[in-house]
C-alpha cells in the first residue's frame, strides 16, 4: 500500500529530523523536507535522511527566472527525489525548464496558492478573485507545462482533480478535527482531503509536535 501521509520535517536540526523519521518512517509515504532544512543541511542533509529508506519530497518551492531555477534543478542532480516543488506563479516557461531539468524519477509539481493565504492575501498582492479560481488557472498552466500536479489546500482539490484526472494533488493545510491552526488559513482534516481527491497529505506540526508522533501518525492515518 501507498501511504499518502508525508510527514513535513520542519527543522533546521539534522539530529532532530532523523528522530523523528526514525519513530514515523512505519506510518507515513515518505517525508518532506523543506528550505530550513536544505538551507541548514544541503545535499549531505537530504542523503542521511534518504538514508532511512523512505522517499524524499524536496519542497525547495523554486521561484525565479526560468534558466535560474533550471540551474537549481540541475544542481540537485544525484538526490533524485521523489517529488520536488516549484511555484507556479514563477509561469509556464519557468515550469517547463524546471521539468526538463529534473531526473526522470523526479515528480515536479507547481504550488498554486499557498494555505497559508486567504481571499484578503490575493487581494493584497493585486491577484484578483478567491481562491479558488487563482488555483484553478494555476493548474491549467502546470499541466500545459508538462508538470506531474500541483500543491493545493484541500478546497481545492476536488475541482483540480476534475480539471486533471491524472495528475498529483499533494494537499498541505491538514489538520485533525480540533487541531492547531498555526499560521494556516485553508484547512480541511485530513480524511476531509483525502476523500476530496488529495494523493498526497503533507502534515506537520500535528505530528512532529505530538508528544509521540508515531502514535499521532498512525492516529491520523487510521481515519483516512
Ligand atoms: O508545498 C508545501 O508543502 C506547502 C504548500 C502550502 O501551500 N502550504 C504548506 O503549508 N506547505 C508546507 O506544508 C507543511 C505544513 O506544515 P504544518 O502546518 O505544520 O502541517 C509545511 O512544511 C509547509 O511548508
Known amino acids: 500500500m501507498t501511504r499518502p501521509i ?87 516557461a519557468m515550469m517547463e525548464d524546471a ?34 479560481a487563482q488555483v484553478a488557472r494555476l493548474v491549467a498552466l502546470a499541466r500545459e507545462a508538462g508538470l506531474d500536479g500541483i500543491v493545493c489546500s484541500g478546497n481545492e482539490v ?8 491524472g495528475g498529483l494533488f499533494v494537499v498541505p493545510g491538514v489538520r485533525p478535527a480540533g487541531a492547531d491552526a498555526g499560521d494556516q488559513k485553508r484547512m480541511m482534516t485530513p480524511a476531509q482531503a483525502r476523500h476530496a481527491g488529495a494523493s498526497v497529505l503533507v502534515i506537520g506540526r500535528p505530528i512532529t509536535a505530538a508528544a509521540d508522533p508515531a502514535e499521532a501518525a498512525r492516529a491520523i492515518e487510521s481515519t483516512l
Open 6 to 92: 508525508y510527514v513535513a520535517l520542519d527543522t533546521p536540526d539534522l539530529a532532530a529530523a532523523k528522530a523523528i523519521a526514525e519513530k514515523v518512517r512505519h506510518h507515513v509515504g515518505g517525508v518532506k523536507l523543506g528550505l530550513e532544512f536544505f538551507v541548514a543541511n544541503g545535499h549531505h542533509g537530504v542523503r542521511e535522511i534518504a538514508a532511512l529508506g523512505l522517499p524524499i519530497f524536496l519542497d525547495l518551492k523554486l521561484h525565479d527566472i526560468p534558466n535560474t531555477v533550471a540551474k537549481a534543478v540541475q544542481a540537485l542532480r544525484g538526490l533524485d527525489p521523489a517529488i520536488l516543488t516549484v511555484h507556479a506563479s514563477g509561469g509556464r
Open 99 to 132: 521539468k526538463a531539468a529534473a531526473p526522470a524519477g523526479t515528480k515536479v509539481v507547481a504550488v498554486t496558492v499557498l494555505t497559508s493565504l486567504d481571499g484578503d492575501d490575493l487581494a493584497a498582492i493585486g491577484v484578483n478573485g478567491d481562491p479558488q
Open 158 to 165: 476536488a475541482a483540480a482533480k476534475r480539471a486533471w484526472p
